[in-house]
């Protein structure tokens, strides 16, 4: 990976235009990577409304949980630590905890997202906090060239659900890999608040096909297919809650497809994209965890578990850990 961009507050390894001849070659594979649902001006502009939208309140409520539990997040924080998170957003949960951490010292704050205009807004969510700021667009995989920008210690922070959006293995190797031993690792998660197959995760699970298949969401994931040509009849979005096998056992996780129900051309700038009646587009996924699914899995892993937060009704936590040495 090459900087394709670099200035004293922003560092660009990937450009536009690459997403853009991604997104290209994905489609010829019938397959739409969630992270290219928020590539653009456009596709910032789409996710911080649904972001905000009363139908899709996840990370709602763990932006609410941080906020109320930031004093005592705070005790576990040596006054060294920078801040780094990674898939940003628009930077406000970034502010609750840089807000404490400005009161023991001068962090430095590395915003990491796969949207440029992202990071442009996580950087402005902080002009005014006295904190060195760095946005950095690149891809969560490149993770071990991401941490050649960043100074340690580092209280490393995947906010906002984003944790769940990986294969559990994947992102807690990922993240061991590139932690020191002096760094810190939060994360939040919205979870299903009881056993799998108790009566509060069924009415939770319900709860959440009716969240992440909302006319929000879907019109959210739809928008590449729509921008490029295709029209709201030649299609179909369908999400399905399904059980998947793990080395802890069963786990919920979301499936997303685009159900092609018109043969359609997508015109792109790398090219033309045609599908067929009946053909499918693979998307991303979201885990649906249990507390203690999280718990095994960051033991496994090699994390040190900290301190965990739970809200009230016990449907988002949030969690500090240490990599195990």
Not at 187 to 214: C, M, N, W
Not at 267 to 273: C, I, K
Not at 296 to 316: G, H
């Amino acid at each position: 990976m090459q900087t394709m961009q670099q200035n004293p507050e922003k560092i660009e390894l990937i450009s536009e235009k690459d997403l853009k001849e991604k997104l290209y070659e994905n489609l010829k594979q019938h397959h739409l990577p969630d992270y290219l649902l928020y590539a653009g001006s456009e596709g910032a502009k789409n996710w911080l409304t649904l972001n905000g939208s009363e139908n899709f309140p996840v990370a709602r409520g763990l932006k609410e949980l941080l906020r109320e539990k930031v004093e005592e997040i705070g005790r576990f924080i040596p006054s060294c630590m920078n801040l780094v998170s990674l898939g940003v957003g628009n930077g406000e949960k970034e502010r609750i905890l840089l807000e404490k951490l400005v009161q023991k010292s001068s962090p430095s704050y590395y915003a990491i997202d796969i949207s440029s205009k992202l990071v442009d807004s996580a950087l402005e969510t902080v002009r005014d906090l006295p904190v060195k700021k760095t946005g950095i667009v690149g891809f969560i995989e490149e993770l071990g060239v991401l941490k050649n920008y960043w100074r340690p210690p580092v209280l490393f922070c995947i906010l906002g659900n984003t944790f769940c959006n990986y294969e559990p293995d994947f992102i807690l190797k990922l993240v061991r890999e590139n932690l020191d031993s002096g760094d810190i690792f939060l994360f939040d998660a919205h979870i299903l608040p009881g056993a799998e197959g108790s009566e509060a995760a069924k009415a939770a699970s319900r709860s959440v096909l009716g969240t992440y298949a909302s006319r929000e969401n879907a019109l959210f994931n739809m928008y590449p297919l729509i921008h490029y040509g295709m029209a709201l009849e030649d299609f179909d979005f369908e999400l399905l809650l399904s059980h998947v096998d793990s080395r802890i056992g069963t786990l919920y996780r979301t499936r997303k497809t685009m159900n092609i129900l018109k043969e359609t051309s997508l015109e792109l700038d790398s090219g033309t994209v045609t599908f067929k009646e009946g053909d499918i587009i693979g998307m991303g996924f979201t885990y649906k965890y249990t507390y203690d699914q999280i718990i095994a899995f960051l033991n496994i892993c090699e994390f040190d578990v900290l301190r965990t937060f739970l809200s009230e009704d016990r449907t988002n936590v949030i969690i500090l850990a240490k990599k195990r040495t």
